[in-house]
Nanobody
Framework: VQLQASGGGLVEAGESLRLSCAIS????????IGWFRQAPGKEREFVAA????????AYSDSANGRFTISRDNAKNTVHLQMNNLKPEDTAVYYC????????????????????WGQGTLVTVSS
């Protein structure tokens, strides 16, 4: 499974970005997809995840209410819509794939993910 994250960039506080994670090599069936981020000098932290059915989602406290994760299994793509961005959202964002057996399963622990994309940089200026 190969994942490729894209859509990062430089924006001002309050603006929006839409990240995309394109998955190849396997279909999206049975894979929960998560977004994590890592700022300089900090550990990778959970942002959002979506179950393979698309009906279950999970968000970090900081993302809840501002970010929306969605998936299109027909196009093997997962999106992260990020609104009202803040300087503290600045980080490299990674998408990961977690092999699951239940359509509603999502995971917040990076160690549970089997594959990762290369990351896309999001910079939010104040």
């Amino acid at each position: 499974v190969q994942l490729q994250a894209s859509g990062g960039g430089l924006v001002e506080a309050g603006e929006s970005l839409r990240l995309s994670c394109a998955i190849s090599g396997r279909t999206l069936d049975r894979w929960a997809i998560g977004w994590f981020r890592q700022a300089p000098g900090k550990e990778r932290e959970f942002v959002a995840a979506v179950g393979w059915s698309g009906y279950s989602t999970a968000y970090s406290d900081s993302a809840n209410g501002r970010f929306t994760i969605s998936r299109d299994n027909a196009k093997n793509t997962v999106h992260l819509q990020m609104n009202n961005l803040k300087p503290e959202d600045t980080a490299v964002y990674y998408c990961g794939a977690d092999k699951v057996t239940h359509p509603m399963t999502t995971a917040k622990q990076a160690s549970l993910y089997d594959y990762w994309g290369q990351g896309t940089l999001v910079t939010v200026s104040s």
